[in-house]
Nanobody, 123 residues
């Protein structure tokens, strides 16, 4: 499975964004999905994850209540929606898929990664 993330750009603080991730050369239908981000000079961190079938989801405390994941298995697509953006949300965002069905906040649990899309939040 190859993942292609898009939708990043410059956003004002307080605004919202919708990132997209399209899968090719395979299906995400049997996978749990996740989003991670890496801010400049920092390690990559977990943002959110959704289980196979969309049964459950989990989010990092830093985005809880401001983030949502949509999975459209028929379109081999997933989205990350975030609102109330803060300058500290500035990062390169990565989508990921894992063969397992449950959510995970561990990078090592994911088998496939997108190339990342940069989000910059201005104050």
């Amino acid at each position: 499975v190859q993942l292609q993330a898009s939708g990043g750009g410059l956003v004002q603080a307080g605004g919202s964004l919708k990132l997209s991730c399209i899968a090719s050369e395979g299906s995400i239908g049997n996978s749990a999905l996740g989003w991670f981000r890496q801010a400049p000079g920092k390690e990559r961190e977990f943002v959110g994850s959704m289980s196979w079938g969309g049964v459950s989801s989990k989010f990092a405390d830093s985005v809880k209540g401001r983030a949502a994941i949509d999975r459209l298995d028929a379109e081999n697509t997933l989205h990350l929606r975030m609102s109330g953006l803060k300058p500290e949300d500035t990062a390169t965002y990565y989508c990921a898929a894992r063969i397992g069905r449950t959510t995970s906040d561990k990078e090592s649990d994911y088998d496939y990664w997108g190339q990342g899309t940069l989000v910059t939040v201005s104050s």
